[in-house]
């Protein structure tokens, strides 16, 4: 077997230290994301219409990218009901897609077409992506609760009825922090990508 040279030796090294600091950075996105939503259980603050961990999604994937915060929005949720038993299950599910497809499309769509010359209103695009990540998260949501409604009824044989006005409901409850994060992010990620041209 052929030794490694000192260049393969460090790139190596290099390469398990990118690896250990990218699972590190995610581990403390995920802790952190607990301490905080748990921050305002403790305050009595009504969670599920401020949204702290959507928030806190948006701007890790302002900073980070979608690569480390899609894993953060996975585990989050689960990290936090393992814990306290807070999001219930399935709902943590749910919350967990819709969380991941925020960043991941929010981060894709800013990649790929915010520096395209053939869009003019720069920021205009800002809000649109912004958006756009908004309405793909809650349609995942609503597509995953349908799905496991389905798999639900089948496996313990009962009738439970997919309930599209209850969710859209909840989804009212947090209108308000929705719209501000939209209209804040498009702003903040409008001058990040502006500042790399």
């Known amino acids: 077997m052929a030794e490694l040279s000192s260049k393969d030796f460090y ?6 230290l990118n690896k250990l600091l990218l699972i590190s950075t995610i581990i403390l996105l ?3 994301s ?8 403790l305050l009595n603050l009504p969670v599920f219409a401020i949204l702290p961990l959507h928030w806190l999604i948006y701007f890790f994937t302002l ?3 979608w690569e480390i915060t899609l894993p953060v929005a996975i585990f989050a949720p689960l990290f936090s009901f393992f814990i306290s038993g807070r999001p219930i299950f399935p709902i943590l599910i749910f919350i ?5 497809t925020y960043s991941l499309i929010a981060d894709l769509l800013f990649k790929k077409y ?3 010359s053939k869009l003019k209103n720069k920021f205009l695009f800002s809000f649109i992506f912004i958006f756009i990540s908004s309405i793909a998260g809650k349609i995942i949501y609503i597509i995953s609760n349908f799905i496991f409604s389905i798999i639900y009824n089948i496996i313990r044989n009962s009738s439970n009825q997919f309930n599209l006005i209850q ?3 909840s989804f009212l409850i947090g209108l308000f922090s929705s719209s501000i ?3 804040f992010f498009s702003i903040l990620f409008y001058y990040r990508y502006k500042s790399k041209n």
Do not use: C, D, P, R
């Not at 790139?11 to 398990?16: D, M, P, R, T």
């Not at 607990?34 to 259980?41: A, E, G, M």
């Open 181 to 183: 994060l939209i209209i």
């Open 63 to 65: 900073i980070f990218g």
């Open 96 to 100: 967990s897609l819709e969380l991941a």
């Open 34 to 41: 607990y301490l905080i939503t748990s921050l305002f259980h």
């Open 167 to 169: 969710i859209l409901k």
């Open 114 to 116: 915010f520096y395209n």
């Open 30 to 32: 995920t802790v952190l």
């Open 11 to 16: 790139f190596v090294q290099k390469i398990k």
